[in-house]
């Protein structure tokens, strides 16, 4: 059974640092692109991240680049979001995603009609 759970989420202080996990089960994570997305009350799910197999084709939305960065261990099966200087704005519940056929999402990354499979989700509380 495919199985996406994500984890790490919490409150933190503006300014702080969280590291969310997303762990795969029922298939090999190393095999396919994943993504990440998050969606704050009120809004619309959104596209954050997302890293090809060979961690050569990694995407972040325009307003995580410098602070947000992805990386997969494939021996533990699971892909790591390592969120620094957060900000409230980032206040959302973050989710996991795959189609279980891509290596590579190219243009389709932050859309979330081209994922599948997706985690529960981890909520992320960015406030003082």
């Known amino acids: 059974q495919v199985q996406l759970v994500e984890s790490g989420g919490g409150l933190v202080q503006p300014g702080g640092s969280l590291r969310l996990s997303c762990a795969a089960s029922?298939?090999?994570?190393?095999?396919?692109?994943i993504g990440w997305f998050r969606q704050a009350p009120g809004k619309e799910r959104e596209g954050v991240s997302c890293?090809?197999?060979?961690?050569?084709?990694?995407k972040y939305k325009d307003s995580v680049k410098g602070r947000f960065s992805v990386f997969r261990d494939n021996t533990k099966n699971t892909v790591y979001l390592q969120m620094n200087s957060l900000k409230p704005e980032d206040t959302a519940v973050y989710y996991c995603?795959?189609?279980?056929?891509?290596?590579?999402?190219?243009?389709?990354?932050?859309?979330?009609?081209?994922?599948?499979?997706w985690g529960q989700g981890t909520q992320v509380t960015v406030s003082s």
């Open positions: 995603a795959t189609d279980l056929i891509s290596s590579d999402m190219g243009d389709t990354w932050d859309r979330e009609g081209a994922y599948r499979y």
């Open positions: 029922g298939f090999t994570l190393a095999y396919y692109a």
């Open positions: 890293i090809s197999t060979s961690d050569l084709s990694i």
